[in-house]
Each structure stands twice: as structure tokens, then as C-alpha cells.
T-cell receptor, first 115, second 114 residues
Framework: KQEVTQIPAALSVPEGENLVLNCSFTDSAIYNLQWFRQDPGKGLTSLLLIQSSQREQTSGRLNASLDKSSGRSTLYIAASQPGDSATYLCAPLGGSGGGADGLTFGKGTHLIIQP | EAGVAQSPRYKIIEKRQSVAFWCNPISGHATLYWYQQILGQGPKLLIQFQNNGVVDDSQLPKDRFSAERLKGVDSTLKIQPAKLEDSAVYLC????????????FGSGTQLSVL
């Protein structure tokens, strides 16, 4: 059964800093991995999707990397802004059971960017 | 493009009552998911539909939870009878395919069982 761990659980930094959020997963037989953002009281918004054959994906100030063999992914946020404050969740798709495993979520990193 | 629609937005019931949630996915999305998110946790998959067929319901408490997706479009999730531990946000998500596409989530239904 896939298990996902996200470190740190919470992070508070002044705006302008570059950040790294970490995600590790136990079963490396995944199809892809997504990073999501969740604002309080809202659903999840997909930020980046990395296919298992890819090493990284970039969107604006966000860059996600994937090291499938070691079961790790990182989300890099450049020049953080107060609007980046949210909970960030990573979710690999699949595992040894195949795609029917669905997405497995970590508990997330609660990020606060101080103005 | 319209997003994933869910209703109601909030629901408060007493234990042992029944409740139903509704989801309308993005048009053309064949795959639909229901997730349960307990406060402070990541979402947990309850059931996955491909068109109107169930792909995975291994984590659905079938003694009290049921779900259907008629005609491969809208879906309903029902809890009967509800327990205190069912208090959570119920999220619906859809995707065009399964293995290569981003998931799109609705805003969720926040359920409080008293």
C-alpha cells in the first residue's frame, strides 16, 4: 500500500524567500505524481503533474522534480509571495497495484508567507 | 470551461440520519472520484468510476456508504446511517483519462455529524 510523507508539516517564512517542500513515497511503481494547492475551505487545485518518465516540470515560479527510483519529489517555489500561502499536497498515482490504486495523498505542508 | 460542481456546500445532520451528496464533473471527463478529507489529513479515496462502472471501491465502507454514477455523468454519494466519525469534507474530482491527466476537484461538501 502506497504511503506518502511530506516534510515539513508547516512552514512560515517572510516573502521573497525561495522554498523547498519535500515529498517521499514508499512504492516507486507510479504512473505520475501531482502537486496540489488547497486554500482554506476550498477544493484542491492541481499545480504540476510529472509523468513517471519525466524528471521535472515547471510552471511560472514553481518547479517540481521527481526521483522515482528513490521515491522522492520536491516542489520548489521561487520568490515566495503572500498569495502562495496555502496547504501543498503531493499525490503519486498508482503503485504496485497499478492505476487502480488511485491517487494517494500526503497530509500536506501548511505554508504561510509573511508580508 | 465549467469546473466540477458539488452540492450542498455544507450539511449538518445528527448521527444515524442519512445524507446524500451530488457531483457534476467537467463535461467529457470519463473518470470520477469521491474523496473523504478529515481535518488535518490528506484526501482519502472512497470510490473511482470509469464512465458508469466502478474501478475501485476498496476503501468505501460499504455497510453505510453507497455511490452511483448514472449514465456516466453525474454522481451521488450517500451515507446511511451516519456516524460521528463521518464528519469530513467530501470532495469530488474528475479527469479526462486516468494515467496522464490532471485531476480537477470541486469545492467539496463539508459534513458535520452531531
Amino acid at each position: 500500500k502506497q504511503e506518502v510523507t511530506q516534510i515539513p508539516a508547516a512552514l512560515s517564512v517572510p516573502e521573497g524567500e525561495n522554498l523547498v517542500l519535500n515529498c517521499s513515497f514508499t512504492d516507486s511503481a507510479i504512473y505520475n505524481l501531482q502537486w496540489f494547492r488547497q486554500d482554506p475551505g476550498k477544493g484542491l487545485t492541481s499545480l504540476l503533474l510529472i509523468q513517471s518518465s519525466q524528471r521535472e516540470q515547471t510552471s511560472g515560479r514553481l518547479n517540481a522534480s521527481l526521483d522515482k527510483s528513490s521515491g522522492r519529489s520536491t516542489l520548489y517555489i521561487a520568490a515566495s509571495q503572500p498569495g502562495d500561502s496555502a496547504t501543498y499536497l503531493c499525490a503519486p498515482l498508482g503503485g504496485s497495484g497499478g492505476g487502480a490504486d488511485g491517487l494517494t495523498f500526503g497530509k500536506g505542508t501548511h505554508l504561510i508567507i509573511q508580508p | 470551461e465549467a469546473g466540477v460542481a458539488q452540492s450542498p456546500r455544507y450539511k449538518i445532520i445528527e448521527k444515524r440520519q442519512s445524507v446524500a451528496f451530488w457531483c457534476n464533473p467537467i463535461s467529457g471527463h470519463a473518470t470520477l472520484y469521491w474523496y473523504q478529507q478529515i481535518l488535518g489529513q490528506g484526501p482519502k479515496l472512497l470510490i473511482q468510476f470509469q464512465n458508469n462502472g466502478v474501478v475501485d471501491d476498496s476503501q468505501l465502507p460499504k455497510d453505510r456508504f453507497s455511490a452511483e454514477r448514472l449514465k456516466g455523468v453525474d454522481s451521488t454519494l450517500k451515507i446511511q446511517p451516519a456516524k460521528l466519525e463521518d464528519s469530513a469534507v467530501y470532495l469530488c474530482a474528475s479527469t479526462l483519462g486516468v494515467f496522464t491527466e490532471k485531476l480537477f476537484f470541486g469545492s467539496g461538501t463539508q459534513l458535520s455529524v452531531l
